[in-house]
């Protein structure tokens, strides 16, 4: 249901193309075709944390760069520190998640600019 609600609001608010997963290894299988601009993943998914997934995603080649943000009622702030990840406390307001996507966006985006 979760999934369904951030897609709708991202879509909707924000005007964004967005793919959705149901669990990890669907992840995997979406990006073969489309290099997103963010990922947002929750911490429990079926067959991997969401952490897990990162890290899968992020040995993949053209993944580095793309910033991601966790969502969990129980974040684990050590890994997300460890991994420059950003974190969202659930339960979440929908302003606040929008709120976190366009800023890390901005973030991620001055970041390739000055990488260049």
């Given at each position: ?18 793919l ?20 947002l ?70 970041l ?5």
């Amino acid at each position: 249901m979760i999934r369904e609600l951030v897609q709708l609001a991202l879509t909707e608010e924000e005007h964004n193309s967005v793919l959705c997963a149901a669990h990890g290894y669907e992840a995997l299988e979406l990006v073969r075709t489309t290099v997103p601009d963010i990922f947002l993943l929750d911490y429990q998914l079926p067959s991997m944390t969401g952490i897990q997934l990162y890290d899968r995603l992020h040995l993949m080649r053209g993944f580095q760069h793309i910033p991601a943000i966790i969502m969990s009622a129980n974040l684990p702030l050590y890994e997300l520190e460890k991994r420059n990840l950003f974190g969202l406390y659930k339960p979440f307001d929908l302003d606040e998640l929008l709120d976190l996507v366009q800023r890390v966006l901005v973030i991620s985006s001055r970041l390739r600019i000055d990488h260049k």
